[in-house]
T-cell receptor
């Protein structure tokens, strides 16, 4: 069955430190992958997506993600975290032969220490 | 600016009531989706619709039904609300047949069942 796993429910990093949020997927075909962010009280915002091509994808707000087929992973990274990055982050995979439904991971809540 | 509008931001309903959550999009999108969001569980798909009058069960359809009589409107129905349906509900839509998989999400309805 298709699934997405985000192993870390909550991560705390210091402002200015680097960040990596983990995402593992299970999907039989070539995956289309997304990272979304949800700030407190806000809607979902797309950070970046991967469909094909270069496995290192650049997104908004200085985020990037690397697709690794051999590890079934799509980890999100940022070299230097800002206090405004505190939010919940969701990884998702498209099931494109089933109406394009999105399957989400459990989410990772990011806290940023001053 | 394209929009997915959910009619209520907050709702409080009593156990046993029939509840309607409404979602309207102005983008002529064929595909529409209902998710519920719970802490530690991420977003889980309840139902989705390929097009008008079409519907498919998602991962957690029990206790819910949907209606799609017009292309722009996708309604989620709780036939007899229960306290375990207290949650945040998110609607989304996308244009079918496009390779971009651009999803637009609503701001959510926070439902409390007492």
């Amino acid at each position: 069955a298709q699934s997405v796993t985000q192993p870390d429910i909550h991560i705390t990093v210091s402002e200015g430190a680097s960040l990596e949020l983990r995402c593992n997927y299970s999907y039989g075909a070539t995956p289309y992958l997304f990272w979304y962010v949800q700030s407190p009280g806000q809607g979902l915002q797309l950070l970046l997506k991967y469909f094909s091509g270069d496995t290192l994808v650049q997104g908004i707000k200085g985020f990037e993600a690397e697709f690794k087929r051999s590890q079934s992973s799509f980890n999100l990274r940022k070299p230097s975290v800002h206090w405004s990055d505190a939010a919940e982050y969701f990884c998702a995979v498209v099931i494109y032969n089933q109406g394009g439904k999105l399957i989400f991971g459990q989410g990772t809540e990011l806290s940023v220490k001053p | 600016d394209v929009k997915v509008t959910q009619s209520s931001r907050y709702l409080v309903k009593r156990t046993g009531e029939k509840v309607f959550l409404e979602c309207v999009q102005d983008m002529d999108h064929e595909n529409m989706f209902w998710y519920r969001q719970d802490p530690g569980l991420g977003l889980r798909l309840i139902y989705f619709s390929y097009d008008v009058k079409m519907k498919e069960k998602g991962d957690i359809p029990e206790g819910y039904s949907v209606s799609r009589e017009k292309k722009e409107r996708f309604s989620l129905i709780l036939e007899s609300a229960s306290t375990n349906q207290t949650s945040m509900y998110l609607c989304a839509s996308r244009k079918a047949g496009t390779g971009s998989y651009g999803y637009t999400f609503g701001s959510g309805t926070r439902l409390t069942v007492v």
